[in-house]
Every structure is written in C-alpha cells, then in structure tokens.
C-alpha cells in the first residue's frame, strides 16, 4: 500500500479511490493467492495530513465557485436593469406616439368645428343680411334733399347700406368671438389645397 500510494499525488487520491482499489487488488492479488487469501473488499476509510494541505485543497475550488455565483448573479442583476431600461424605453415611445395622436385627433376635431361654424354662419349670413335690408323693403318712396343733387344722396343711402354689410363680420366677432374673414378664408384655403 506504502508503494502504490507513494507513486500517487494526493489529488488523485481523493479524487478517484476506486482507481486506488483497482490497482491494490493488481498489485497484491498475485502474492495472495500464493498464500490462498483473497482481498474481498478494500476501502480507504479517512486521509489526513497535519500541516491542513487536505483542508486546503478545496478553497481554490469553493472560491471559484462562489466567484462563478457573484459572476452570475451580477450579470443576472444587470440583464434584469436592461430589460427594464428596454420596457422603459418601449413605454415612452408607446406614450410619446400616443400623446401625438391624440394632439393629431384634437387638432382634426378643432378644424372640424372651426369649419362647422363657418359653414353653420355662413347658411345664417344671407339671412342676416336681409334682416339688415327688411326696414328698406317697406319704403315706398325716398325723397332726398340735398345739395349736391340727387344722384350723390342716392349713393350715399347706398354707400351706408354696403358700410352696415361691412361691419357685419366685425359685429359677429364681438358677439361670437369668431372672425368670420379668416373663417373664410381659411375654408377657401384648404377647398385650394383638396
């Protein structure tokens, strides 16, 4: 036994006793059955050393293993704060595209109605302006008196009829806040560009 484990490393010892087993039967088989004995079971039982290279032996590997661990679970650690960054990441985009259809929505809804009311006022303007005009209507006769002669009172009366027609949009922007020329010219606009 001296002889066999003399020639083995203490690595190898603790790592594969069946190894050691195996070659103890080699080697003692043949001067056994010489006497007549037979080795029906060999086993080492307990290997020791006084200076603790044994003890020793097995920190290299618990140290790689608890390194490997540290490794691992830092990488877990880090792979988790990016898939997080990443949903993040997708979230605000979604809520950035969300908020501008919304704005895109809000803003169809805003040119929607503007166009709505214009349309909505200009179906009431010819009526208004015959409201205007009615008192006229139920004039029989107008007889001027005027200086300058009558072809320049006539249109005068004519002259401040077309100024109470002109501060019809004015009066309706007091009234409705909305400014019935650009109304206008903004429906005019975007017929030009359809």
Known sequence: ????????????ILKTPDEINSKMRETCSEDLDKMGL???????KEITDDKGYIDNMGVPEIERIRRDASIAKAEAERDIQIKQAE???????????EAGAL????????????AALT?????????LAEKIASPLAKVDKITVISQDGASSSVNKITG???????????????LTSM??????????????EQ
């Open 160 to 174: 401040d009829i077309a100024k109470i027609m002109a501060q019809v949009p004015e009066l309706t922007q007091t």
């Open 87 to 97: 949903a993040e990441k997708e979230s605000s985009i979604a809520k950035a595209a």
């Open 103 to 114: 704005e895109k929505k809000a803003e169809a809804y805003k040119q929607f109605t503007q």
């Open 38 to 44: 037979e080795v029906v079971s060999f086993t080492i």
């Open 1 to 12: 036994m001296r002889g066999l484990i003399g020639q083995l490393t203490v690595e190898s």
């Open 179 to 192: 400014n019935v020329t650009e109304a206008i010219s903004g429906l005019l606009g975007r017929d030009k």
């Open 119 to 127: 349309v909505e006022f200009l179906k009431v303007l010819p009526e």
